[in-house]
């Protein structure tokens, strides 16, 4: 399974179409559950994106600090 943003989304999309369609009001609430607990996973998945991209910047920009130290250099 595909754990993205965009997956977490389209699932959150498909369980509030099904709950605008439903007829009956426990399916529509059970949909409703659902789209809020995606949109809670999608969020979740963004922001451990976002972390993951600034921790490889970081690592990223120390490297670059450690060859300037070490060599007086830019690499």
Same mark, same amino acid.
């Given at each position: 399974m595909a754990q993205s943003y965009e997956f977490y989304c389209a699932? @959150? =999309?498909e $369980? $509030? @179409?099904a709950a605008k369609a $439903?007829? !009956? =009001?426990?399916?529509?609430?059970?949909e409703l559950r659902a789209e809020k607990t995606w949109?809670? !996973?999608a969020e979740h998945a963004r @922001?451990? @994106?976002e972390e993951r991209a600034k921790l490889v910047r970081d690592k990223a920009a120390e490297a670059e600090a450690a060859t300037? *130290? *070490? =060599?007086?250099q830019p690499a």
């Amino acid at each position: 399974m595909a754990q993205s943003y965009e997956f977490y989304c389209a699932r @959150a =999309d498909e $369980a $509030a @179409a099904a709950a605008k369609a $439903a007829q !009956l =009001d426990r399916v529509r609430e059970r949909e409703l559950r659902a789209e809020k607990t995606w949109r809670g !996973l999608a969020e979740h998945a963004r @922001a451990v @994106a976002e972390e993951r991209a600034k921790l490889v910047r970081d690592k990223a920009a120390e490297a670059e600090a450690a060859t300037v *130290a *070490a =060599d007086g250099q830019p690499a």
